[in-house]
């Protein structure tokens, strides 16, 4: 089955600092991942998707990076503010509608 | 618009009531998915409707049972839950039915069962 899983369980940095999500992935036939943003008490919330055909894709201050050999892809946030502090999840989706979470990285912008 | 509302927000439960959940989504999507959450934990899928239809069931229990009256409606009814039931049940959307695309989630029920 499919396995999704993130190197750092928190991830800690400087108002202003760029910050690096990263996600694993073991289904080589995961064709469509996105990321989301979890507020404490909310549900997630889209941040970015992105399917196996591209490597990179960009929004406003976010860049997704999509690393198919190795079965990896990160979270590229610019300029990190109060606001982004927030645990990170990615999720793969493959074939169906099936759509698999990784464990979650909570990002903490400190001042 | 890319709203899916999920009430109530908050429910308790005694072991021995019955209750429901509702998610309702007007984005015209034709797949809805129900999720668990435990503190500290990713979203566990449940439940996968695809065109109305029953598609993924993650071996969940039978005191779960979800139903999808129609393309926006999902509901999912409980019965004879235990405390570890207890959790963030989550609702959420996407476009396309028989394959995944952007999902989108609603703020979620927040159950306890006393």
């Known amino acids: 089955g499919e396995s999704v899983g993130l190197h750092l369980p928190t991830l800690s940095v400087q108002e202003g600092d760029n910050s690096i999500i990263n996600c694993a992935y073991s289904?080589?036939?995961?064709?469509?991942f996105i990321w989301y943003k979890q507020e404490s008490g909310k549900g997630p919330q889209f941040i970015i998707d992105?399917?196996?055909?591209?490597d990179k894709r960009q929004g406003q201050r976010v860049t997704v990076l999509l690393n198919k050999t190795v079965k990896h892809l990160s979270l590229q946030i610019a300029a990190t503010q109060p606001g982004d502090s927030a645990v990170y999840f990615c999720?793969?989706?493959?074939?169906?509608?099936?759509?698999?979470f990784g464990t979650g990285t909570q990002l903490k912008v400190e001042l | 618009d890319t709203e899916v509302t999920q009430t109530p927000k908050h429910l308790v439960m005694g072991m021995t009531n019955k209750k429901s959940l509702k998610c309702e989504q007007h984005?015209?999507?034709?797949?809805m998915y129900w999720y668990k959450q435990k503190a500290k934990k990713p979203p566990e899928l449940m439940f996968v409707?695809?065109?109305?239809?029953?598609?993924i069931n993650e071996s969940v229990p039978s005191r779960f049972s979800p139903e999808c009256p129609n393309s926006s409606l999902l509901n999912l009814h409980l019965h004879a839950l235990q405390p570890e039931d207890s959790a963030l049940y989550l609702c959420?959307?996407?476009?396309?039915?028989?394959?995944?695309?952007?999902?989108?989630f609603g703020q979620g029920t927040r159950l306890t069962v006393v």
């Open positions: 959420a959307s996407s476009p396309k039915g028989g394959r995944v695309t952007e999902a989108f």
């Open positions: 289904n080589s036939a995961s064709d469509y």
């Open positions: 992105i399917r196996s055909n591209m």
């Open positions: 999720a793969a989706g493959g074939g169906g509608n099936k759509l698999t």
């Open positions: 984005m015209g999507h034709r797949a």
């Open positions: 409707y695809s065109y109305e239809k029953l598609s």
